[in-house]
C-alpha cells in the first residue's frame, strides 16, 4: 500500500547485452522506487501509477536498438566485351564488383569482403573467344580481249560471320591461320584465235509436203581467218557479238494453203410443243478451213467433195407427268379444318433432269388420260389442352401469400370443345406439365406518413407526433388497409412502423434569474456546505438500442438544498423533476434523489448527461456542484 508520506521515482537497471551482432535489441528492467520520507526507507517496487503522479519525468525505456546496420553482399558481373581480336582467337574481358547492400543503402566496396562474406572466389574477369571469319569473291569479269590471251578478274573481301555477316579489312583474314591462303583476285583467259566470225548456211533441202510443207537448211558460226581459211566454231556467241546480221532462219514454209470441208451441224432445237408430240428443227452449214482461215461456202462444195447434207429437222415428244405437292397443315390446330396442296406440271429434258413448266400444258397434253388429282381435303386435329382459370384473390393485404384457381383439362375435335378428365390431358400432354393451381402473390403495400407536427415546446427539448397509413397499391388507386398489415409485411424496410413521435429540440431554455435575498438574513460567521452531487446507482449507462435505461443522482452534502436538475446532451437542455420531453422524463424520489428515464434508446441518444445540484442561504446561490454520466449505446445482433 503507498505511504501518505513518501516520495516516488522511476528506477532503471543496466541495459542487457545485445541480442545479435547486427541490428539487435538491449533490454533492461524499469520499475517505481518509493521512499519514506520520515525514515527513508526505500521500496524496491511500487505501483507504477504512483510514480506517473509522483515523478515529472516520463518512464524511462525499457529497451532499445543495438549492432551495426545488417548487410548482404553480392558479386555483381558486367556482361562480357567483344572479343580482342576482330577474326581468329583472342579474349573477352569484363568487369567484376563486390557490392554492399544494407536497409538504407546499396555500394560498391572491396573483394575481399565478398570472399568472405560468400565464401566463394571472385568469378573470372578474362576468358579466350574466337572470332570466326571467311574470304568473300565475287564472279569473275568477262575476259579483257575478245581473242587471244587476256585477263579477268573479281573481288575478294573479308566477312566476319560471327557479327552478322559484317564486312572488315582484309588484313585480318590474312592474319587468322585458318583461313589459309587468300583467293586470287585475277587470273589469265583466252578466248581464242583472233579471227572474223560471220553465219554462214547451207542450201534448203526439198519441201516436205505438196501444201503447206516445210524446208529446212543448217546455219552455223564461222571463223575465217586472213589468209582466207574458214573453221565452223560451236560458241554462237561469237556471231552474235561480232556479225551485225541476225542468225538466218533455217526453216521455212513450202507448197500451196490446204483445205478441208465439213458439215458445221448446229445443236437441235426445242421441240414445239411443251408436251407431247412436235418437231426440232436445226442448222447445218458447210465450212472451209485452211490454215489461216475458216469460211463458211454454198453445200454444193461439201455436196461435192463429202457427200448429201445431214437432215435439219425430226419428230420429238415431251414427255410430262403432274407431280402433286405436299399437303399442307390442316388449316386449325384443333378441330375439322382444310388441307390443300399445288399441282405441278413436270417436263422430262432431253439430257436428263427435269423443269416445271405451266400446268395448261399437262392439261392440253393426250398422253393425261386420267383427272387431275385433287388439291383439297377435309382433316381433323383432335388436340388436348390446360384451360387456366382466373385467379383467385390473394390470401393475404400486404406482403407474401398465396392464391388459388382451376385448371381444366379441354379436348377439340370436329365434335366440339369439350371438357374431359384430367387424365387424358395427361397421357397425350406427357411433356407439358399442368400450370399450377395455386401461385405466390405479394401485394405491394407503403407506409404513407403526414408531416411532422410542431415541437411540443417552445425551447429545450420537446416531442413532435405525425399519422403513420398503411397504403395497398391498386390498379384503380392506392388504398388504406389496417396499418398491421404493413407491420407484419417483411419486404418493406425497417422500421416497421415508421416512428410515429419522436424527439424535436429547439433553442435552450432561458434560466430563472436567481432571487437573492438581503446578505443581512445570513448569519455573522456562517459558512454553508458544499453541494455535492453523484449519479448514486451507477455513474456510467450502457444500453441496447430498442431498451430502456435509468439512473439515480442523489446529492449527499448540500444543506439547504435549493433545487436539482438534468441537462441532456448535445446542447444542455434543462429538464426539471417532473418534466417529460419526449422519450426522456425525470422524476424526484426525495428531496435529495431524482431518476433520469430514457424510453426506446436509440444510437443518437449517445452522449454525456449532466446532474446539476444547488445549496442556498436566505436564498442566495452559495454553492453548486454537477456529476456526469455517459451513455454508450449498441445495436441489437441481427438473427440470421
Not at 407526433?465 to 388507386?477: E, F, L, S
Not at 435509468?550 to 439547504?560: H, L, R
Request: glycine share 8%; hydrophobic share 25%.
Amino acid at each position: 500500500d503507498p505511504l501518505v508520506d513518501a516520495t516516488y521515482r522511476w528506477r532503471a537497471e543496466l541495459y542487457s547485452a545485445c541480442s545479435r551482432t547486427c541490428e539487435g535489441i538491449q533490454s533492461r528492467r524499469v520499475y517505481c522506487q518509493g521512499t519514506a520520507v520520515d525514515t527513508g526507507t526505500t521500496f524496491v517496487e511500487a505501483n507504477e501509477t504512483l510514480c506517473v503522479v509522483s515523478d515529472p519525468r516520463l518512464k524511462p525505456i525499457n529497451s532499445r536498438s543495438c549492432g551495426v546496420e545488417c548487410a548482404n553482399y553480392t558479386w555483381i558481373e558486367d556482361p562480357w566485351r567483344d572479343c580482342s581480336s576482330i577474326c581468329g582467337p583472342g579474349i573477352q574481358s569484363r568487369r567484376v564488383v563486390c557490392q554492399k547492400q544494407t536497409r538504407t543503402s546499396t555500394t560498391v566496396t572491396s573483394d575481399n569482403d565478398c570472399a568472405v562474406a560468400l565464401e566463394t572466389p571472385k568469378p573470372a574477369t578474362t576468358r579466350p573467344c574466337v572470332s570466326v571469319c571467311a574470304y568473300e569473291t565475287t564472279v569473275w569479269s568477262v575476259c579483257s580481249t575478245t581473242c587471244g590471251d587476256g585477263t579477268r578478274t573479281r573481288a575478294v573481301s573479308c566477312i566476319k560471320t560471327s557479327n552478322g555477316d559484317a564486312q572488315v579489312p582484309i588484313i585480318n583474314c590474312d592474319n587468322d591461320p585458318s583461313l589459309g591462303t587468300r583467293p586470287p583476285a585475277s587470273e589469265s583467259c583466252n578466248l581464242g584465235p583472233c579471227c572474223t566470225y560471220r553465219w554462214e548456211a547451207e542450201p534448203y533441202g526439198p519441201c516436205s509436203r505438196t501444201c503447206e510443207g516445210e524446208q529446212t537448211r543448217r546455219v552455223y558460226c564461222s571463223c575465217n581467218t586472213p589468209d582466207g581459211g574458214s573453221t565452223e566454231v560451236s560458241n554462237e556467241t561469237l556471231c552474235n557479238n561480232n556479225d551485225p546480221r541476225l542468225k538466218p532462219i533455217e526453216q521455212r514454209s513450202c507448197g500451196e494453203e490446204c483445205a478441208t470441208y465439213s458439215w458445221l451441224e448446229r445443236p437441235w432445237g426445242s421441240c414445239t410443243a411443251v408436251c407431247g408430240p412436235g418437231i426440232e428443227r436445226r442448222q447445218v452449214i458447210c465450212r472451209k478451213a485452211t490454215n489461216t482461215a475458216t469460211t463458211t461456202v454454198t453445200d454444193s462444195e461439201c455436196i461435192t467433195v463429202i457427200g448429201s447434207k445431214p437432215s435439219t429437222t425430226r419428230d420429238c415428244v415431251r414427255v410430262c407427268r403432274v407431280v402433286p405437292g405436299p399437303w399442307s397443315d390442316c388449316s386449325v390446330t384443333c378441330g375439322c379444318g382444310q388441307q390443300t396442296r399445288t399441282l405441278t406440271c413436270v417436263q422430262s429434258l432431253p439430257g436428263g433432269g427435269e423443269r416445271s413448266v405451266p400446268l395448261i400444258n399437262c392439261e392440253n397434253d393426250p398422253a393425261q388420260d386420267e383427272d387431275l388429282p385433287p388439291t383439297s381435303q377435309q382433316c381433323e386435329e383432335i388436340c388436348y389442352s390446360w384451360d387456366p382459370q382466373a385467379w383467385g384473390a390473394c390470401s393475404t393485404t400486404c406482403g407474401p401469400g398465396s392464391e388459388e384457381r382451376n385448371v381444366l383439362c379441354m379436348k377439340r375435335a370436329c365434335d366440339g370443345f369439350n371438357r374431359v378428365d384430367d387424365s387424358e390431358c395427361r397421357s397425350v400432354l406427357s411433356l407439358t406439365i399442368k400450370p399450377d393451381t395455386t401461385r405466390d402473390c405479394d401485394p405491394d403495400c407503403y407506409y404513407d406518413p403526414d408531416e411532422w407536427s410542431p415541437c411540443s415546446r417552445t425551447c429545450g427539448r420537446g416531442t413532435r407526433v405525425r399519422n403513420v397509413r398503411c397504403m395497398k397499391v391498386a390498379d384503380g388507386g392506392d388504398a388504406q388497409v389496417a396499418i398491421f398489415h404493413c407491420n407484419q409485411d417483411t419486404s418493406i424496410p425497417e422500421p416497421r412502423p415508421p416512428p410515429a413521435t419522436e424527439s424535436c429540440a429547439l433553442d435552450v431554455c432561458p434560466v430563472p434569474p436567481v432571487i437573492r435575498d438581503p446578505p443581512t438574513k445570513i448569519p455573522p460567521g456562517y459558512v454553508p456546505p458544499d453541494a455535492d452531487v453523484s449519479y448514486y446507482i451507477r455513474q456510467d449507462m450502457y444500453a441496447i438500442e430498442g431498451n430502456g435505461v435509468s439512473v439515480d443522482c442523489t446529492e449527499i452534502e448540500a444543506d439547504p438544498l435549493a433545487r436539482m436538475w438534468v441537462e441532456l446532451p448535445p446542447d444542455g437542455t434543462r429538464l426539471d423533476p417532473g418534466d417529460t420531453v419526449g422519450r426522456f422524463s425525470v422524476v424526484r424520489n426525495n428531496d435529495r434523489s431524482l431518476t433520469l428515464n430514457i424510453a426506446d434508446v436509440m444510437v443518437g441518444d449517445e452522449g454525456t448527461y449532466r446532474c446539476v445540484a444547488q445549496n442556498s442561504l436566505g436564498g442566495a446561490i452559495v454553492g453548486t456542484d454537477t456529476a456526469d454520466s455517459q451513455l454508450t449505446v449498441y445495436r441489437p445482433p441481427k438473427i440470421t
